[in-house]
């Protein structure tokens, strides 16, 4: 019996990297869609093949995929986890994140390339900040408000799949993902490690997080069961923390006796990831402190409801965010980086 193929777009990313594992793990055969600039040190398992998508062009991509068909057949899924997180021009956020989604739903349909299921890779942030008052957690039949132009261009992307009528789709709306490699979760870890733990207003933020692995799994449950089609879940691991629980908990797995823990004023942070990103126009390059940054560290409520999730899949993680951070940071470790 031939192997299921799968396609991963931006495999070659945090999120897609492990994606790639459980596609492997699982048997398929996968392709996974990297840049040519991309770095390939999480992809040398010789059973990976590799395809380099023309995104830009619908006729060009369309071209490419009849080819790809002709030799090698019809993927039966695709995931598109490709995208951007941060970026020196805001409007790169929607050619890449939305526009390309287009392009690839487009050509996929028009190269006669359709898979059985198609799974975007959206985010929470595509719905905005809910309700800061009483806290209630965000749920799918709530107005999607974002106010990031990252999360624009997410609910942008979720538009287009939604609106096309020729495969069934799934969209997963992630929380904070973090795990072994990631690099925005690093730096707070980093930080607390260093002996300084700084969060932003005085109100504490209510976090959720989900464990990459936990992630990659879910997506190929959604792909898998067959009764799972045209769905949207906000994913997380089913649990609320405060910034200060985050912050102690990090604390205590590193081990540190002492840290100088400040709160911040949004008021302050505004003008530095203003300049922050002022900085980085004249360097010609993306700032982790930025106008789209400033409105993430304001936002106090990541509550969001995954009763659907738990409902249709009976979603339970394996991680809870103790087990998921130990493990990440015995990687950190390992690798060198703490």
Known sequence: MDKKKILITGASGFVG???????????????????????????????LRFI???????????????????????????????????????????KVNAEHTRTLLTALSLADCKPTKFLLMSSLSSFGPG???????????????????????????EEYVRSQIDFPYVILRPTGIYGPGDKDYFMEI??????????????????????????????FQCLEREH???????????????????AQLIKNMLGKKWVFRARIPAWLVKPVC??????GRLLGKSMTLNTDKYLILK??????????????????PIYNLEKGLQESIEWYRRKGWL
């Open 52 to 94: 380099n998508l023309a995104y830009q062009d619908v006729e060009k991509l369309t071209n490419q995929l009849k080819l790809f068909v002709q030799e090698n057949g019809i993927w039966d899924y695709v995931i598109h986890n490709a995208g951007l997180t941060k970026t020196l021009h805001k409007a790169d956020f929607f």
């Open 299 to 316: 936002q106090r409520n990541w509550i969001c409801d995954i009763t659907p999730l738990q409902d249709d899949l009976n979603f339970t």
């Open 131 to 157: 309700d800061e008052k009483g806290f209630t957690p965000i749920r799918a039949n709530d107005p999607q408000t974002p106010n990031t132009a990252y999360g624009k261009s997410k609910a942008l992307a």
């Open 228 to 246: 799972i089609l045209n769905k949207a879940y906000f994913v997380a691991d089913g649990d609320v923390y405060t910034d200060t629980t985050f």
């Open 190 to 219: 980093k930080s607390i490690q260093s002996g300084f733990d700084f969060a932003v207003g005085y109100t504490p933020q209510q976090l959720t997080f989900i464990y990459v692995k936990d992630l990659a799994n879910l997506a």
């Open 274 to 279: 203003f300049c922050s990103e002022g900085i």
């Open 17 to 47: 990297g492990f994606l790639v594992e459980e596609a492997l793990r699982r048997g398929y055969e996968v392709w996974a869609g990297v840049r040519l600039t991309s770095n390939k040190e999480r992809l040398k398992d010789e059973r």
